[in-house]
């Protein structure tokens, strides 16, 4: 009787697992706190893993290619160039896009602005080849994008440079306060 249990409750979980994992996959569709553009008739969104890339370590570019109309686009070429002050770093050869998806690996090696374009090759409305554009900004280190990416950088930069007057502050007032306490003690005798 348990086993039959065990049986039907291992039949119900598995067909629930694989419901979700094909779900899963069709709600892959969003990238969250993406760079969005619209240039023509395509929509494209840009996101970076990690969120504040940081020098020699791995970044992932995340893109997303889509229509205006909300379709994913299957099989679109594009060229993806890397570059920083004008100067082109890195250039792409012709790269099929499978449904509208594609993570692109960079490891950037000096803190900057750098720009990534994404050239839609021979776009079949106009012929010609359209360029999207997206600023990325790499630091140095985990503390500098603290300080520099963050909302909150001018409270952190006060605080931190606040702390030691805070600290050096208290340190007077409590030696004062024990001097004081002493001579009135003294007083009292």
Same mark, same amino acid.
């Given at each position: 009787?348990?086993?039959?249990?065990?049986?039907?409750?291992?039949?119900?979980?598995?067909?629930?697992?694989? /419901?979700?994992?094909?779900?899963?996959?069709?709600?892959?569709?969003?990238?969250?706190?993406?760079?969005?553009?619209?240039? /023509?008739?395509?929509?494209?969104?840009?996101?970076?893993?990690?969120?504040? #890339?940081?020098?020699?370590?791995?970044?992932?570019?995340?893109?997303?290619?889509?229509?205006?109309?909300?379709?994913?686009?299957?099989?679109?070429?594009?060229?993806?160039?890397?570059?920083?002050?004008?100067?082109?770093?890195?250039?792409?050869? #012709?790269?099929?896009?499978? $449904?509208?998806?594609? &993570?692109?690996? $960079?490891?950037?090696?000096?803190?900057?602005? $750098?720009?990534?374009?994404?050239?839609?090759?021979?776009?079949?409305?106009?012929?010609?080849?359209? &360029?999207?554009?997206?600023?990325?900004?790499?630091?140095?280190?985990?503390?500098? $994008?603290?300080?520099?990416?963050?909302?909150?950088?001018?409270?952190?930069?006060?605080?931190?440079?606040?702390?030691?007057?805070?600290?050096?502050?208290?340190?007077?007032?409590?030696?004062?306060?024990?001097?004081?306490?002493?001579?009135?003690?003294?007083?009292?005798?």
């Amino acid at each position: 009787m348990h086993r039959r249990i065990a049986i039907a409750f291992t039949l119900i979980v598995s067909l629930i697992l694989m /419901g979700l994992v094909h779900i899963q996959e069709a709600s892959a569709d969003v990238l969250r706190d993406s760079i969005p553009q619209r240039i /023509g008739n395509y929509d494209m969104e840009l996101k970076t893993d990690p969120k504040a #890339p940081i020098t020699n370590q791995n970044t992932k570019i995340l893109l997303k290619i889509g229509s205006v109309n909300g379709d994913a686009l299957v099989d679109l070429p594009i060229f993806i160039r890397i570059a920083k002050h004008g100067v082109e770093l890195e250039k792409t050869s #012709p790269i099929v896009v499978p $449904y509208g998806h594609y &993570t692109y690996n $960079y490891l950037f090696s000096k803190a900057g602005i $750098y720009e990534l374009n994404v050239d839609i090759i021979d776009d079949p409305y106009t012929g010609q080849n359209i &360029t999207f554009t997206f600023p990325i900004i790499v630091f140095h280190s985990f503390l500098e $994008y603290l300080f520099f990416s963050s909302s909150y950088s001018p409270l952190l930069l006060a605080a931190s440079l606040a702390s030691p007057f805070v600290i050096i502050g208290l340190i007077f007032i409590i030696r004062r306060k024990k001097k004081g306490q002493k001579s009135i003690e003294k007083t009292k005798r």
